[in-house]
C-alpha cells in the first residue's frame, strides 16, 4: 500500500516499463512521501498518480532516462528525509521528466536537484506542467550541467540557482502562472542561465 516505505531500483524486469508492475522493481513500487526511487532503465511510464521522496539515478544506470505518463498521472516529489529529492550521479546523464510533476515538501531544509558529476542533464518537458509548491535549489559540480525548463511552471515556491547551475528557458516555457521568485546565485559559485524573459522584480 501506499502507506509502505518502499526503497526500490526501477530496473524493467517485466519488461513493460511500468511503474504500476511491481515485477519492474526490485523491493517494490515506491509509493510514499518517504520512499526512494532508482531509476536504472531508460524508459519509465507513470500509470497512475505516485508520491516518492526523492528519484536518484546510479553512476552505473543508464545516459538517459525519461519518464512519461498514461492518461493525466503525475508524479510527486516530496523531498522527505532527503536533501538531494532529485539525483544524478553519473557523467553525462540526461534525466527527462515528459510528464506532470509535482515538488512538495514539509521540511525546513534546503532541498537540492543535485549533478554530483559532470555534463548532466534535467529537462522538464514541453507542454508538461512542473509544480513547484516548495523551494528547490539547484547545483552542480560543473557548470556544463544544464536544467531546461520547456514546459509550464506552477506554483508558489520559489526556484534558486545555486553552485555551477546553468539553466536554459527554452521556446514553450511558460512561467506567468509561477507565484514564487526565481533566485539566480542563491549560494556561492558561477551561475549561468539563457532565455530568461521573466518580468524582472521576479528574477533575484
Known amino acids: 500500500s501506499s502507506s509502505e516505505v518502499v526503497d526500490s531500483v526501477f530496473n524493467n524486469g517485466g519488461g513493460d516499463n511500468l511503474w504500476s508492475n511491481s515485477a519492474n522493481w526490485t523491493n517494490g513500487i515506491p509509493n510514499n512521501e ?61 534525466l527527462i521528466f515528459n510528464l506532470p510533476l509535482v515538488f512538495v515538501s514539509s521540511e525546513s531544509q534546503t532541498e537540492t536537484f543535485r549533478f554530483n558529476s559532470g555534463n548532466g542533464t534535467i529537462t522538464f518537458g514541453a507542454n508538461q506542467n512542473l509544480t513547484v509548491n516548495d523551494e528547490i535549489t539547484f547545483t552542480a559540480v560543473n557548470l556544463t550541467s544544464l536544467i531546461n525548463f ?48 521573466l518580468p524582472t522584480k521576479r528574477i533575484v
Not at 78 to 91: A, D, F, R, S, Y
Not at 183 to 195: L, Q
Request: glycine share 12%; net charge positive.
Open 34 to 94: 518517504q520512499s526512494k526511487a532508482t531509476l536504472n532503465d531508460a524508459s519509465v511510464i507513470v500509470d497512475g498518480n505516485y508520491k516518492v521522496a526523492q528519484i536518484k539515478l546510479t553512476n552505473t544506470g543508464p545516459e538517459s532516462v525519461t519518464l512519461t505518463n498514461t492518461s493525466t498521472n503525475e508524479l510527486t516529489i516530496t523531498g522527505k528525509g532527503v536533501t538531494q529529492p532529485i539525483q544524478l550521479n553519473k557523467k553525462d546523464q540526461s
Open 150 to 197: 520547456n514546459g509550464k511552471l506552477l506554483g508558489d515556491g520559489n526556484i534558486k540557482f545555486g553552485a555551477k547551475s546553468n539553466a536554459n528557458f527554452g521556446a514553450a516555457y511558460d512561467g506567468s502562472s509561477h507565484n514564487g521568485k526565481i533566485i539566480v546565485a542563491g549560494g556561492t559559485g558561477t551561475v549561468s542561465y539563457t532565455h530568461l524573459t
